[in-house]
């Protein structure tokens, strides 16, 4: 699909079956601008779109389904309900056929969305998490062969979201509904996204499993949104057995896997990445022992909690390259670890990926 926007073209290409696909990016990267090219709200300037065997959209045959037509139900942030009807009004809106047929199915999604004792209800005294849940069940009352969400819980509190994130988990269990989410939560995206997309200015960078995408990065652009955030550059400086070292201005040489059919030469730049909680911070009073790749002395600078963890800012080398590491609060207790205290830390060889 691709549509000419005032300062960017989108510019996409997507195979689903019946799974959940996280659409991750930053704001104004083109997210939601594909659910709406899928949905028929907006007209693709070129392209196809094609579900269950049936061509939607088909820009070379003039194709364009309209949107009440399509099958496809779409859920906006804003819950649009209708407000004159009750809960179970909203749920069957959207069912077609017997009345009897309708209140079965009614009655199985509010089982199923936790709305029972509900029924009779207006949207005005609901919570937000209600009302969600009250349009994802009249979204899927239709009877959709794709569900589009986007970012459907960005309203709501941290609990709620929680909980909701858990109920859309067992919605795809029962409802096996090709779905794509869009969202900016990088928690969210680990939480939900089997399968990811990241896109940005507009085209998409890299899609693949959870693991491939969080932990794989194929540029340094996705290495950023996934949290990263501790990202080198360097020059390959040789090779033993399965391991390619680089050697990094700052901070020397770092030994890391070789990645398969990545071509990498002597003398050729290469960037690699570690997660913030793949980082090991060493024990003073262990022996280094087995843990002897890329040992690392560090200044501590920073530190912030985030929960049941910490971040903590280091600092490395002759350069003070910056380093981010994520720890269990225990661990930080337990070693004393506070700003202004000097660490050695191991950047476990099989933890760093080389971005290719």
Known sequence: LK??????????????????????????????????????????????????????FDSANGINLPVRKRKVGYLFQDYALFPHMTVEENIAYGIEGLRGAAGKKVHELLGLMRLTGLEKRRPHELSGGQKQRTALARTLAAE?????????????????????????????????????????????????????AVINNGVIEQSGTREDVFYRPRTRNVARFMGVRNIFAGVVCGFEDASVLIDTPDIGVIKAPRPQASGLSVGQEASFCIRPEEILVIRPDRVLGRVQDNILECDITGSIGKGSTHILYLETGHGRTPLKVELPNFVVRKLELAVGRRVKVSLKKENIWVIP
């Open 3 to 56: 549509k000419q926007l005032e300062d960017f073209e989108v510019g996409v290409d997507l195979r689903l079956d019946e799974e959940l696909l996280v659409l991750f990016g930053p704001s104004g990267a083109g997210k939601t601008m594909i659910l709406k090219m899928i949905s028929g709200i907006v007209a693709p300037d070129e392209g196809r779109v094609a579900a269950g065997g049936e061509v939607l």
């Open 144 to 196: 959709p062969r794709v569900l589009l969400l986007d970012e459907p819980f960005s309203a709501l509190d941290y609990q709620v979201r929680e909980k909701l994130r858990a109920d859309l988990v067992n919605i795809h269990r029962v409802y096996p509904i090709t779905t794509v989410l869009v969202t900016h939560d990088l928690e969210e995206a680990f939480m939900l996204g089997k399968k990811i």
